[in-house]
């Protein structure tokens, strides 16, 4: 009962200050892209989840039934509510629509380093721009996140493919339609599953031998020059591919990023490129994942748009700073700490420590008796940058005694000049 559930996090204010330091990160990277804000709901309509292409995703819903009988379910993923929202309003909106949130969100998951069963996932989407501009853009917020704080390019790598090159493969051998999102789900899980659990799936699908060894070995892929080889030089893919990875050069982030075909990412909904971060080490879980979903809207039954974004977690990268010693150590954020000396003072240190917060700085009071060594200790624990210290000789003289503790500086001041 005193426990809080099992694969969630308490918030202690130090891991607050760590948390807000992170999240600062990806407001400003968002916003320095002219991205704004948006948020929804944690609750929703169990029927935005219920697609039906065995995506792990809807499988770890975190659903219910409400008092008035309403399926609902926690958001695993903030996309849905995002195209629900983009729906309402379609038509009103000045396309295309530039917006992040950071929502959090739950899923049933096997906790385990860099899972838990709820994390806060940073979204950033562009709507309504169909070309892979947007795929580029998208992906340069999030270099300029990470290089914001102190990541490069030999930490992780972005590995880049498109849904077309598995689109391109099973068009050639005849596998359209239904099959082809089912396939993509399938062979998101190569890394994590036996070959021969991978292969009984695909076989269950419909898919010979032959058709699984030909997918497994463009999934291989690597290499531009490669790619071309197998799907041809009128391959739509690959076009698309080589365009974006000059795009990326443009952006000064060619350093970043890998072509990899094997990155399919397990959700039903993308249709274009498709894109994970992951630590060069390969010691964690993916950092982040998006691409382009074209139909999402469609599925949902409107209007289709195309879309591109990414959905990034708080709980890889913590992992990947922490190994890098790049977690900084975030003050507790008081700038002055007053201190009455005495019970007779203490509607004095009142009046100062006023002044000083309608003058603009934070202050912390010291509410009770306490010894000067304490007081010190205290102010120091929170990294404060200044000790206003009310003693009787200074405040018959209308002024306080102050420190800078970073000098060690002491002064004394006018009340009035505080
Ligand atoms: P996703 O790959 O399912 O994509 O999740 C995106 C990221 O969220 C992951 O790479 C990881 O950082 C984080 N994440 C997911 N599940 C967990 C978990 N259980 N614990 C901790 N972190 C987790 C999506 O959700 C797409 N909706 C992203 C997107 C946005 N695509 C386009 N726009």
Redesign the pocket.
């Given at each position: 009962m005193t426990q809080g559930v099992r694969g969630t996090r308490d918030f202690y204010p130090e891991d607050m200050r760590v948390r807000n330091w992170l999240f600062e990160k990806f407001h400003s990277a968002a916003r320095s892209h002219g991205f704004e804000e948006y948020d929804a709901p944690v609750l929703e309509t169990e029927e935005l989840y219920t697609r039906k292409s065995g995506e792990e995703?809807t499988q770890q819903l975190y659903n219910f039934e409400d008092k008035g009988g309403r399926k609902v379910a926690l958001r695993p993923?903030?996309?849905p509510s995002l195209a629900r929202m983009v729906m309402a309003r379609s038509g009103a909106l000045a396309l295309p629509i530039k917006w992040y949130s950071i929502p959090q969100?739950w899923?049933y998951?096997r906790t385990q380093r860099?899972?838990?069963?709820e994390?806060y996932?940073w979204?950033v989407?562009i709507w309504g721009a169909g070309g892979i501009e947007a795929d580029a853009e998208i992906v340069s917020v999030l270099v300029h996140f990470f290089r914001s704080v102190g990541l490069s390019s030999e930490d992780l790598v972005i590995r880049v493919s498109s849904r077309k090159v598995l689109e391109e493969v099973l068009g050639s051998l005849g596998v359209t339609g239904g099959a082809f999102s089912e396939t993509c789900i399938i062979v998101d899980k190569m890394d994590k599953l036996p070959a021969e659990a991978i292969e009984a799936q695909l076989t269950e699908l419909g898919l010979g031998p032959d058709a699984i060894s030909t997918i497994q070995s463009v999934l291989g892929i690597k290499d531009m020059g490669d790619l071309e080889g197998a799907l041809g030089s009128t391959s739509e893919a690959v076009s698309e591919l080589g365009s974006m990875f000059s795009l990326f050069e443009s952006y000064g982030i060619g350093d970043w990023v890998e072509l990899d075909a094997s990155v399919v990412?397990?959700?039903a909904y993308y249709t274009g490129p498709v894109f994970?971060a992951h630590d060069r080490a390969g010691e964690l879980?993916?950092?982040?994942?998006?691409?382009r979903?074209d139909r999402l809207i469609g599925t949902l039954g409107g209007k289709d748009l195309p879309a591109?974004?990414?959905?990034?977690?708080d709980?890889?990268v913590m992992e990947l700073l922490r190994d890098k010693g790049l977690v900084p150590d975030v003050p507790h954020g008081a700038q002055d700490v007053v201190f009455g000396m005495g019970a007779g003072l203490r509607g004095a240190a009142m009046e100062v420590a006023s002044a000083i917060r309608s003058g603009g700085r934070s202050a912390d009071l010291v509410l009770e008796d306490k010894k000067m060594k304490w007081v010190f200790k205290h102010a120091e624990r929170l990294g404060a940058e200044r000790l206003v210290m009310v003693m009787p000789d200074e405040w018959s003289r209308g002024a306080v005694k102050i420190k800078h503790l970073g000098s060690g500086e002491e002064s004394e001041v006018p009340f009035d000049q505080l």
């Open positions: 995703i993923e903030m996309t969100c899923r998951e860099g899972r838990g069963r994390h996932q979204n989407d990412r397990g959700l994970e879980r993916a950092v982040c994942g998006g691409g979903y591109t974004g990414f959905g990034f977690g709980m890889v």
